[in-house]
């Protein structure tokens, strides 16, 4: 099949049209049967949740042409497990993980000319949501939801692509709190953390880096992605928080920085180990690896890049990562799943 007429190596994170979205309606305790549409808009009821009570939340993941051809996915299970875990948080009717699979694989196979090309750096985001539709005006969960899964092909989130970004702490905002909705992927954690994004942008930082609501002591993570440090030790640590998103991600590195002969960590990170480590890195499906360059922190600054190249750990695992995420090494932990066609 040809391809669509895009300027692949150069695409932005950004919405670009494709043929179809797929949606589902839950209506009396049950999904309905699925609907490739190429509408782009969808008509709400003026008083479904989503619209009032913030009942949404969202996936993201990616497809990517290999060097044969095949069109493959990267860890759809875990998206699928953890919009269960969104969806049964903010009580909101689930979507079972075959039906999230098979929705995905449908609207790939319906906008394959969409997947990049092997070999331009590009992807195919996909991006599932499930919304309360229902009208309700007290506080209560819809009586009907809707799964939409819509499809854009992306080049890297931060323009600068894998060159090092610069973090500033914020300590008078928080994105989530403790035993709140920080740990799935919930609309309003991103709305909360707008205007913290926005203040760091005009102050010339790419993005924030949130510590813990409670004590303003330990890393929580940025506002799209989960955070690593190297230390000098050759230690992987990257924070445990009840309040951040588990990435899929973070959890592949950790196997691979183990397999880099890094000595992996989750625990709790205090925000002065900043300026212990020897590089930095943001990380997350649209994020990928991300070296950071710089983390600002009240009147100091931690310093890991000075020439705006990406640190040696930091490029061994995104190397690592990118080569199984387009087939190009071998899928020795079963994280990739070809696309099978219609
Ligand atoms: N943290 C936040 C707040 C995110 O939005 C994302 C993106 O999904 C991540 C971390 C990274 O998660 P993942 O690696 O599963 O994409
Ligand atoms: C992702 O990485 O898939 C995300 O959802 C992050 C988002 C802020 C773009």
Redesign the pocket.
Not at 283 to 286: K, R, V
């Given at each position: 099949m040809s391809k669509a007429d895009l300027d692949w190596p150069h695409l932005d994170f950004g919405y670009h049209k494709t043929d179809y979205n797929i949606r589902f309606t839950w209506r009396d305790g049950a999904w309905g049967a699925g609907e490739l549409t190429t509408d782009e808009s969808i008509s709400l009821h003026i008083a479904a949740t989503c619209l009032h009570y913030g009942q949404q939340c969202f996936e993201?993941l990616k497809a990517f042409e290999t060097k044969s051809g095949d069109v493959v996915v990267f860890r759809i299970e875990e998206n699928a497990q953890r919009m269960r875990r969104s969806c049964h948080k903010i009580h909101m009717a689930e979507v079972p993980e075959d039906l999230f699979t098979d929705a995905v694989f449908k609207v790939i196979n319906a906008n394959r000319k969409f997947v990049p090309p092997y070999g331009t750096g590009a992807s195919l985001y996909i991006r599932p949501l499930v919304i309360g539709s229902g009208p309700q005006v007290g506080v209560k969960p819809a009586n009907e939801y809707i799964f939409l899964v819509l499809v854009t092909p992306v080049g890297p989130y931060f323009k600068t692509g894998f060159k090092p970004v610069n973090l500033i702490v914020v300590e008078d905002a928080d994105r989530a709190a403790p035993l709140g909705v920080g740990d799935v992927?919930v609309g309003g954690?991103y709305a909360a953390g707008l205007r913290a994004s926005m203040r760091a942008r005009e102050r010339g930082f790419t993005e924030v880096l949130y510590l813990d609501a409670r004590e303003k002591k330990y890393i929580d993570?940025s506002?799209?992605?989960?955070f690593f440090g190297i230390t000098p030790a050759g230690e992987y640590v990257t924070p445990d928080s009840e309040s951040?998103?588990p990435?899929?991600?973070?959890k592949c590195l950790i196997t691979l920085a183990e397999e880099a002969g890094l000595k992996p960590q989750r625990r709790h990170v205090h925000v002065d180990e900043i300026f212990d480590f020897t590089e930095a890195g943001c990380?997350?499906?649209?994020a990928v690896i991300t070296p950071v360059g710089s983390i600002t922190y009240r009147d100091r600054k931690a310093i890991y890049s000075k020439d705006g190249k990406a640190g040696p750990r930091c490029s061994e695992l995104y190397d690592k990562l990118t080569a199984i995420q387009v087939g190009d090494a071998p899928d020795n932990y079963g994280w990739v799943r070809r696309v099978p066609e219609k």
């Open positions: 993201g992927k954690n993570e506002g799209p992605a989960n951040i998103l990435s899929i991600t973070n990380c997350g499906t649209a």
